[in-house]
């Protein structure tokens, strides 16, 4: 379905090391911190996405279609839905009302 990783490599400078275990000290650990807070070019908000609706040839919108079709079986006439996956068009990129935090923000917002 939707993506919800990151894209673009290099994007994102959270992705250092520190993250790890036992590797490094601390004060390595609070050095990378603050070289993160001085070099963040990338906000950790998102603000557009990628809509999973589709456009059929009548302009209609939604997220899936279907056909009615009546089938013939035994002298009894039955209808069916057929699903439609021709010609559907995506809608492409929506703005969203309320900014979301980024999947790959790597930090702790509530610990509990």
């Not at 997220?63 to 002298?75: A, D, M, Q, R």
């Amino acid at each position: 379905m939707g993506g919800s990783g990151s894209k673009v490599k290099g994007a994102w400078p959270f992705t250092g090391s520190g993250a790890g275990g036992d590797s490094g000290s601390e004060g390595q650990e609070e050095q990378s911190v603050a070289q993160l807070k001085g070099t963040r070019k990338a906000t950790p908000f998102v603000f557009t996405r990628r809509s999973s609706l589709y456009y059929d040839e009548d302009g209609d919108l939604a997220h899936e279609f279907y056909e009615e079709t009546v089938v013939t079986k035994n002298g009894r006439k039955r209808s069916k839905l057929k699903r439609i996956q021709k010609n559907l068009i995506p809608q492409g990129i929506v703005k969203l009302n309320h900014p979301r935090i980024h999947v790959d923000f790597p930090v702790i917002l509530c610990e509990v």
